[in-house]
């Protein structure tokens, strides 16, 4: 099991070292306007939560080229046998500070379905993950949040849907002493069937940084 989690962390930490540079082929169709369900997504999702390192509320149609400005949406596939579901959220509005929110749920045995994910059970067979990356317009030197306590709680999951609530607690990948408290999360986004992924050729310092801490903190 810890092989199997150890993989699926490293994949999600390492997308989010490469955001906002380039997609997996599951772009938008030329010409299409940013936002107008001309994409991959038809409707708006919704992401929002507190913490005491800020809020974040996004209502928006996910783009996967992010030319949209804040939005969110749930991409659904599988990946070595494990089932996943992962809703992204970015918020571009000040485009000196973008921030981006991954909050993932993940189940090794069986479809993903209605219930709690903990965040704590990263070598269990159902758990959950989150990330924020606070400022991604300096991608090297950005807090890179994860929560290590508390849990999603998925309340509604369909073939075109996905809702629920989170909270936890957690801390920076980079600085175990900076901590952050999330409280008050919820989302309410479509889904596409397909694997999204980003690729950025510069990412290698926050990409090794990442996947140094999650080996860490699960074979520690």
């Known amino acids: 099991m810890k092989k199997i989690s150890l993989l699926v962390i490293v994949v999600v930490s390492l997308v989010i070292g490469g955001m906002f540079i380039g997609c997996d082929k599951e772009e938008n169709p030329t010409g ?13 999702g919704t992401f929002s939560f507190s913490s005491d390192r800020g809020n974040f509320s996004v209502n928006g149609i996910f783009d996967t080229l992010f030319l ?6 749930a991409f659904q596939y599988t990946e070595d046998g ?16 973008v921030r981006v929110v991954f909050s993932g749920v993940v189940d090794t045995l069986t479809a993903v379905s209605t219930g709690t994910y903990s965040f704590e059970d990263i070598n269990g067979s159902r758990f959950g993950i989150f990330g924020y990356m606070a400022d991604i317009t300096d991608a090297a030197h950005s807090a890179f ?10 309340s509604t999951l369909t073939t075109s ?17 900076n901590t952050i408290a999330v409280t008050n999360g919820s989302f309410n986004t479509p889904i596409v069937e397909k694997y999204f992924g980003y690729g950025r050729d510069d990412a290698g310092l926050v990409q090794e940084r990442i996947k140094a801490m999650v080996h860490r903190e699960l074979f520690k």
Do not use: E, H, Q, W
């Open 32 to 44: 299409s306007t940013p936002g107008s369900g001309n994409g991959i997504f038809k409707t708006a």
């Open 82 to 97: 494990a089932n996943l579901i992962f809703v992204y959220a970015y918020d571009m509005r000040d485009t000196s500070n």
């Open 68 to 73: 949209s400005t804040n939005a969110s949406g």
């Open 161 to 177: 849907t996905i809702s629920g609530t989170f909270s936890g607690n957690g801390f920076d990948a980079f600085d175990t002493l």
């Open 145 to 154: 949040y994860i929560l290590t306590s508390g849990g999603i709680s998925v």
